[in-house]
């Protein structure tokens, strides 16, 4: 029952036409550059921010570049001594940084037949396109870089990052190719694998200090998905935004319901309790595996619903930064 991927109602689709919510529209997800604002990715979060907890590490921001070495001065910081210089000259000496003048960003966008699934207001595929589109102009925003791996249970697309409107423009249209290929055709099949491939070509891409966000259901997270998060996170952020629908989490007492996973449907009643009780166990022994791995490596673990708007939610999870302009 968790491999299913969405109600057969909300599949159906028209030639010529998109139902809300089911696909998504480039203008829309170019209008979400609008809702890029009032949340951030910076060391310092406010109190109720999830990046400010003790099960989620705070991001280090952008790197630091090695610029010169200078005689010691009344106030530095004693960290940035460099002592082999010191011993060799006898002279306290600091080494000087300064800031990299941008920042990667890779967004890996989940768009496969597992997040076909939507039960109220939107699909997670189309949750998935929102908060990449959210991201993607949030970056931008601040003069960082943007990339990103779009991927299906077919393929997957590499985004090269770059700071401009057209990379943004880029990834989007590609956002938008996937999602409006998914369906309830019995031709699509669900690869649990394409996570860990998009996972092990990410860490030959992001060498480091780069902020790798990764947008999905967890489908097909298991040991090999740690270690590869365990590479990537060696050299730089890891962030995780969950996206799951609320049907996926309680199942309510609606009598018989039609699903689908792209390979079959399947009817069921779901006025039995036992099946509800087994939907909600699946369910959270999902979330748990991702919890898991969120404690293990302190990566922040961003849960996002489909039932209501994604940069609201994200304002919520990530707190809301007056007066930042940095991502």
């Given at each position: 029952?968790?491999?299913?991927?969405?109600?057969?109602?909300?599949?159906?689709?028209?030639?010529?036409?998109?139902?809300?919510?089911?696909?998504?529209?480039?203008?829309?997800?170019?209008?979400?550059?609008?809702?890029?604002?009032?949340?951030?990715f910076l060391p310092k979060?406010?109190?109720?921010?999830?990046?400010?907890?003790?099960?989620?590490?705070?991001?280090?921001?952008?790197?630091?570049?090695?610029?010169?070495?200078?005689?010691?001065?009344?106030?530095?910081?004693?960290?940035?001594?460099?002592?082999?210089?010191?011993?060799?000259?006898?002279?306290?000496?600091?080494?000087?940084?300064?800031?990299?003048?941008?920042?990667?960003?890779?967004?890996?966008?989940?768009?496969?037949?597992?997040?076909?699934?939507?039960?109220?207001?939107?699909?997670?595929?189309?949750?998935?396109?929102?908060?990449?589109?959210?991201?993607?102009?949030?970056?931008?925003?601040?003069?960082?870089?943007?990339?990103?791996?779009?991927?299906?249970?077919?393929?997957?697309?590499?985004?090269?990052?770059?700071?401009?409107?057209?990379?943004?423009?880029?990834?989007?249209?590609?956002?938008?190719?996937?999602?409006?290929?998914?369906?309830?055709?019995?031709?699509?099949?669900s690869d649990a694998g394409?996570?860990?491939?998009?996972?092990?070509?990410?860490?030959?891409?992001?060498?480091?200090?780069?902020?790798?966000?990764?947008?999905?259901?967890?489908?097909?997270?298991?040991?090999?998905?740690?270690?590869?998060?365990?590479?990537?996170?060696?050299?730089?952020?890891?962030?995780?935004?969950?996206?799951?629908?609320?049907?996926?989490?309680?199942?309510?007492?609606?009598?018989?319901?039609r699903f689908a996973d792209?390979?079959?449907?399947?009817?069921?009643?779901?006025?039995?309790?036992?099946?509800?009780?087994?939907?909600?166990?699946?369910?959270?022994?999902?979330?748990?595996?991702?919890?898991?791995?969120?404690?293990?490596?302190?990566?922040?673990?961003?849960?996002?619903?489909?039932?209501?708007?994604?940069?609201?939610?994200?304002?919520?999870?990530?707190?809301?930064?007056?007066?930042?302009?940095?991502?």
């Amino acid at each position: 029952m968790a491999g299913s991927t969405h109600t057969s109602n909300a599949s159906r689709r028209s030639d010529g036409a998109r139902n809300d919510g089911v696909y998504v529209q480039l203008d829309e997800l170019v209008r979400l550059q609008h809702k890029a604002s009032g949340f951030s990715f910076l060391p310092k979060q406010p109190i109720h921010s999830v990046l400010s907890g003790h099960h989620a590490s705070k991001l280090r921001g952008r790197g630091l570049n090695f610029e010169e070495l200078r005689s010691y001065l009344p106030g530095d910081d004693t960290r940035n001594i460099d002592w082999k210089v010191t011993a060799r000259t006898r002279t306290p000496y600091v080494r000087v940084y300064t800031e990299e003048k941008d920042r990667t960003v890779w967004l890996l966008i989940d768009q496969r037949v597992n997040m076909f699934f939507g039960s109220k207001e939107r699909m997670k595929s189309v949750v998935a396109a929102e908060v990449a589109a959210i991201s993607a102009w949030r970056v931008l925003k601040v003069g960082d870089r943007v990339g990103a791996l779009v991927f299906d249970d077919s393929d997957i697309v590499v985004v090269p990052p770059h700071r401009s409107r057209e990379r943004v423009m880029q990834i989007l249209k590609q956002v938008v190719e996937k999602n409006q290929a998914l369906s309830a055709s019995p031709g699509l099949k669900s690869d649990a694998g394409k996570l860990n491939e998009v996972l092990k070509q990410t860490s030959i891409l992001a060498r480091h200090d780069c902020l790798v966000c990764l947008i999905t259901d967890g489908n097909g997270l298991n040991p090999e998905t740690r270690r590869h998060i365990t590479r990537l996170s060696e050299h730089n952020d890891v962030l995780v935004a969950l996206i799951y629908d609320p049907l996926e989490k309680d199942m309510p007492a609606a009598g018989r319901l039609r699903f689908a996973d792209g390979q079959g449907q399947l009817e069921a009643d779901t006025s039995n309790r036992k099946l509800r009780t087994a939907f909600h166990y699946d369910f959270e022994q999902r979330l748990e595996r991702v919890r898991a791995a969120s404690r293990r490596f302190s990566i922040p673990l961003l849960p996002i619903h489909t039932s209501s708007p994604v940069s609201e939610q994200l304002r919520e999870v990530l707190g809301h930064h007056q007066g930042t302009k940095r991502f």
